[in-house]
């Protein structure tokens, strides 16, 4: 079984409001990823928990707050975003974080619209 | 740092054709590569990957990949398109799992 879940499946935020996105794996899988993706172009990285810890934060703003509450769930918090963050968000995980056979395997996103 | 390119942005081809869509890597490391595809509305879903224990490489939905280090790629065919291969397709490297992906290219299949 190769499945990551995510919630909720579609998400239309105002620029004030505060929302989280949820992401599940129950494969006993050690890191955890969320990427962003806009149409027509490939994922782009935004933050890696490798075994429950922040190993990877490319420069994303702080209007993301990524948290990983235990080793099978990953949220996240938006707060005050911009119509420029509606993306596709997608989370991933693999079993052996830091080695370069590592396999990623995607959920089937978040669509978030932000008006 | 690895990178891959997609040659191609946009591939047309009638149902039951054959499928080849083509990645060239940038590496001074043997690379470990990787195809997904994306659906439409749909996260990303492995098909096949390559970690340097064969050549050829067999993944889902009939689709294979051909690691070919003299000419650095890793192309990816399917003998006989079906409509229902109409997506967008990933190359990507992996180096100390942060992926690395092409721009993509979207495969459209004629009936």
């Known amino acids: 079984d190769t499945e990551v879940t995510q919630t909720p499946k579609h998400l239309v935020m105002g620029m004030t409001n505060k929302k989280s996105l949820k992401c599940e794996q129950h494969m006993g899988h050690r890191a955890m990823y969320w990427y962003k993706q806009k149409a027509k172009k490939p994922p782009e990285l935004m933050f890696v928990y490798s075994y429950e810890k922040l190993s990877i934060n490319e420069s994303v703003p702080s209007r993301f707050s990524p948290e990983c509450p235990n080793s099978s769930l990953l949220n996240l918090h938006l707060h005050a975003l911009q119509p420029e963050d509606s993306a596709l968000y997608l989370c991933?995980?693999?079993?052996?974080?830091?080695?370069?056979?590592?396999?990623?395997?995607f959920g089937p996103g978040t669509r978030l619209t932000v008006l | 740092a690895q990178s891959v390119t997609q040659l191609g942005s946009h591939v047309s081809v009638s149902e039951g054709a054959l499928v080849l869509l083509r990645c060239n890597y940038s590496s001074s490391v043997p690379p470990y590569l990787f195809w997904y595809v994306q659906y439409p509305n749909q996260g990303l879903q492995l098909l096949l990957k390559y970690t340097s224990a064969a050549t050829l490489v067999k993944g889902i939905n009939g689709f294979e990949a051909e690691f070919k280090k003299s000419e650095t790629s890793f192309h990816l065919t399917k003998p006989s398109a079906h409509m229902s291969d109409a997506a967008e397709y990933f190359c990507?490297?992996?180096?100390?799992?942060?992926?690395?992906f092409g721009a993509g290219t979207t495969v459209t299949v004629r009936a």
């Open positions: 990507a490297v992996s180096e100390a799992s942060k992926l690395s």
């Open positions: 991933a995980s693999s079993q052996y974080p830091g080695t370069s056979t590592d396999t990623q395997y």
